[in-house]
C-alpha cells in the first residue's frame, strides 16, 4: 500500500455502497484504502479498517485525524430516525466530526465526495419534476442531505480540495446481512413465498406496479465515485448517477418470478412489516433445509424499506446527461442487472 499515491478514506464502509466502494478501489492498484466503520467489515479488501464512532468528536479527531496521507474522502454512513427531521441533525453531525477530523488532522485532501440520492429533489413527498436534474430547487425542508452539503460547502471555502455530491437511487449490491437494500427485500420475499407454495405476487401498491422507476448498480456507483474524486471537470458539482434507463415493475416482475423459478401472481398490496413479522422460524427452518448462510432474519431484509421503494406510485426519473456530458459514460441495462444480482444471491446460498 506505501507505494500507491492515493489514499482513499471510505466513511460507512459496511453497508451496500461502502462495500462496493472500498472493494473497487482496493482492487484499482493504485489507491490505498481506509475503511471507517464502527464494526469491521466482513468482506475481503485490500486496506486497512479504522473503527470510529461518528458521533464522537474526540474519537474521530483521535482516529481519523492522525491519517495524515488522506487524499480523497468518500462518505456514505447514515443513521436512522422515525422523522425526516429528527434525521437532520445526527446525520450533520457524524458527516461533521468526520470532516472536520481529516481537514483539522492536516491530511493533503484533495476531494470530498458525499453519497445523497434522489430524495434530494422531494421523491420521498410525493409526485415531483421529472426527469430530476442536479439544478432543480430544493424542495421544503428538513432533508439532512441539505445539511450535510451546506456544512461542506461552508467548510470548502478557501480550502484547496474541492467537493462532488452523487445522487444515486434505490442502489442495489451484493451485500448480504445489510438490510437496507431492495435485492435482499425482494430475493427473500419471493423465497419466502415460494417455500409457502405462494406464486410472486406483487406485494407493493397497485399504481407503484405500472410507475417509472430507476436504480443504480452498486459497482456502477463504485465505478462513479472514482470518477468523482479524481476528474478534473467534477469538482464542486452534483451529479445524478442511475443505471441510465427506466423501467416498469409490471415489465420485470415476471422475469423476476422466472429467476426463482416461480408463477408471477397478481398485484396482492400488503404491509411487509406486519405480514413477514411471524416468519423468522420459517426463514431458520429454510436455512437449515437449503444449507444457506446464516443470516438472521432480522438482518436478511429491512420490511419497513420494502414498505417504501414498493409503494412509490408516481415515477421516479432521473436526468444523467450532466454525469454523461462531464465525463462519465457508464449504464447498465436495469432489468437484465437487476435479475442478475438475484440469480447471484441464490448462488452465494443467501436464498434457495
Known amino acids: 500500500m506505501a507505494n500507491r499515491i492515493k489514499t482513499a478514506l471510505v466513511?460507512?464502509?459496511?453497508?451496500?455502497?461502502?462495500?462496493?466502494?472500498?472493494?473497487?478501489?482496493?482492487?484499482?492498484?493504485?489507491?490505498?484504502?481506509i475503511a471507517v466503520s464502527r464494526r469491521a467489515p466482513d468482506?475481503?479488501?485490500?486496506?486497512?479498517?479504522?473503527?470510529?464512532?461518528?458521533?464522537?468528536?474526540?474519537?474521530?479527531?483521535?482516529?481519523?485525524?492522525?491519517?495524515?496521507?488522506?487524499t480523497h474522502m468518500f462518505y456514505a454512513a447514515y443513521t436512522d430516525r422515525p422523522t425526516w427531521a429528527e434525521q437532520c441533525a445526527p446525520n450533520a453531525e457524524m458527516f461533521e466530526n468526520a470532516l472536520a477530523a481529516v481537514e483539522e488532522g492536516g491530511a493533503p485532501l484533495e476531494r470530498v465526495v458525499l453519497m445523497q440520492g434522489t430524495k434530494y429533489y422531494g421523491c420521498h413527498l410525493g409526485p415531483f419534476?421529472?426527469?430530476?436534474?442536479?439544478?432543480?430547487?430544493?424542495?421544503?425542508?428538513?432533508?439532512?442531505?441539505?445539511?450535510?452539503?451546506?456544512?461542506?460547502?461552508?467548510?470548502?471555502?478557501?480550502?484547496?480540495?474541492?467537493?462532488?455530491?452523487?445522487?444515486?437511487?434505490?442502489?442495489?449490491g451484493q451485500a448480504i446481512g445489510m438490510p437496507l437494500n431492495l435485492l435482499s427485500v425482494i430475493a427473500v420475499y419471493a423465497a419466502l413465498s415460494k417455500e409457502l407454495g405462494l406464486p410472486l405476487r406483487w406485494p407493493g401498491k397497485a399504481k407503484a406496479f405500472d410507475a417509472m422507476f430507476q436504480l443504480t448498480d452498486a459497482g456502477l456507483l463504485a465505478r462513479s465515485a472514482e470518477w468523482a474524486a479524481t476528474a478534473?471537470?467534477?469538482?464542486?458539482?452534483?451529479?445524478?448517477?442511475?443505471?441510465?434507463?427506466?423501467?416498469?415493475?409490471?415489465?420485470?416482475?415476471?422475469?423476476?418470478?422466472?429467476?426463482?423459478?416461480?408463477e408471477a401472481g397478481p398485484v396482492q398490496t400488503i404491509d411487509l412489516t406486519q405480514m413477514m413479522?411471524?416468519?423468522?422460524?420459517?426463514?431458520?427452518?429454510?436455512?437449515?433445509?437449503?444449507?444457506?448462510q446464516q443470516t438472521a432474519f432480522a438482518d436478511a431484509a429491512n420490511w419497513a424499506f420494502?414498505?417504501?421503494?414498493?409503494?412509490?406510485e408516481w415515477d421516479v426519473m432521473s436526468d444523467t446527461t450532466k454525469a454523461?456530458?462531464?465525463?462519465?459514460h457508464e449504464c447498465l441495462d436495469s432489468e437484465a442487472r437487476f435479475v442478475e444480482q438475484l440469480r447471484e444471491l441464490r448462488t452465494a446460498r443467501f436464498v434457495p
Open 306 to 312: 420494502g414498505n417504501y421503494v414498493l409503494g412509490n
Open 324 to 328: 454523461r456530458r462531464a465525463g462519465f
Open 43 to 70: 468482506y475481503d479488501f485490500d486496506g486497512v479498517h479504522v473503527a470510529a464512532d461518528l458521533f464522537d468528536r474526540a474519537d474521530c479527531a483521535a482516529k481519523l485525524g492522525t491519517l495524515d496521507r488522506v
Open 129 to 172: 419534476k421529472t426527469p430530476a436534474r442536479e439544478d432543480d430547487p430544493r424542495h421544503m425542508p428538513p432533508n439532512f442531505y441539505f445539511n450535510q452539503q451546506d456544512l461542506m460547502e461552508a467548510r470548502r471555502q478557501g480550502k484547496q480540495w474541492r467537493w462532488v455530491c452523487l445522487r444515486p437511487h434505490t442502489v442495489c
Open 11 to 33: 466513511i460507512g464502509a459496511t453497508g451496500v455502497i461502502g462495500k462496493a466502494l472500498t472493494q473497487w478501489l482496493g482492487a484499482r492498484g493504485d489507491w490505498s484504502v
Open 277 to 292: 413479522a411471524d416468519k423468522a422460524a420459517l426463514w431458520e427452518a429454510m436455512t437449515a433445509k437449503y444449507g444457506l
Open 232 to 262: 478534473d471537470g467534477a469538482g464542486d458539482q452534483a451529479f445524478n448517477i442511475t443505471n441510465g434507463d427506466y423501467f416498469r415493475w409490471n415489465q420485470l416482475w415476471p422475469k423476476i418470478a422466472a429467476a426463482f423459478e416461480m
